[in-house]
T-cell receptor, first 117, second 113 residues
Framework: GAVVSQHPSRVICKSGTSVKIECRSL??????MFWYRQFPKQSLMLMAT?????????EQGVEKDKFLINHASLTLSTLTVTSAHPEDSSFYIC?????????????FGPGTRLTVL | QKEVEQDPGPLSVPEGAIVSLNCTYS??????FMWYRQYSRKGPELLMY????GNKEDGRFTAQVDKSSKYISLFIRDSQPSDSATYLC?????????????FGTGTKLQVIP
């Protein structure tokens, strides 16, 4: 149980275009989902926290108008990178926290590798 | 000073060795401690989750937490080549009413057959 999927797994786009990444919890409902970014040889950096039906909470330094997050249902959150630039190239990973459980365990998706040319 | 410090390695050990991975932290508010395993180009996979000080064992893995020293460890017994991956420690508290997890930079482990 507790499987999280991401789509696409890899995307290459031109500078200036927008890219949407989907994160789905397959076998549980996720009241909270998280979006991370990971650069090579660096740790995961939390970008934002989204709760179903409400606005996402962004970490300091993350542009909310550039990284649009929509948590439309208890099993789906999307991250849209708008007007992507080469410096946005990174590994984007989502995680989901099951609702109603007392633990703080997050389950991670397999990640999406974004390359902006 | 980073909130969580972790030696990036790489750490190379022969198959069958006991591996010790460590993290130190500075934020005394951290209450939950986790170890994740991340294979290349994949998302992290939860290995161990602990709340209190002491040891927790799961198969070949033992997680140890010492809150007084702000130090956590992951031990891997009888290491296997399939254990070769990057191991991330992670810690969380309730910050601003919601959980926030802080990760270490990860230690790359290579188990040589």
């Amino acid at each position: 149980g507790a499987v999280v999927s991401q789509h696409p797994s890899r995307v290459i786009c031109k500078s200036g275009t927008s890219v949407k990444i989907e994160c789905r919890s397959l076998d549980f409902q996720a009241t909270t989902m998280f979006w991370y970014r990971q650069f090579p040889k660096q740790s995961l950096m939390l970008m934002a926290t989204s709760n179903e039906g409400s606005k996402a909470t962004y970490e300091q330094g993350v542009e909310k108008d550039k990284f649009l997050i929509n948590h439309a249902s208890l099993t789906l959150s999307t991250l849209t990178v708008t007007s992507a630039h080469p410096e946005d190239s990174s590994f984007y990973i989502c995680s989901a926290k099951p609702g109603g459980r007392s633990t703080d365990t997050q389950y991670f998706g397999p990640g999406t590798r974004l390359t902006v040319l | 000073q980073k909130e969580v410090e972790q030696d990036p390695g790489p750490l190379s050990v022969p198959e069958g060795a006991i591996v010790s991975l460590n993290c130190t932290y500075s934020n005394s508010a951290f209450q939950y401690f986790m170890w994740y395993r991340q294979y290349s180009r994949k998302g992290p996979e939860l290995l161990m989750y602990t709340y209190s000080s002491g040891n927790k064992e799961d198969g070949r893995f033992t997680a140890q937490v010492d809150k007084s020293s702000k130090y956590i460890s992951l031990f891997i017994r009888d290491s296997q080549p399939s254990d070769s991956a990057t191991y991330l420690c992670a810690m969380s508290d309730l910050s601003g009413g919601y959980q926030k997890v802080t990760f270490g930079t990860g230690t790359k482990l290579q188990v040589i057959p």
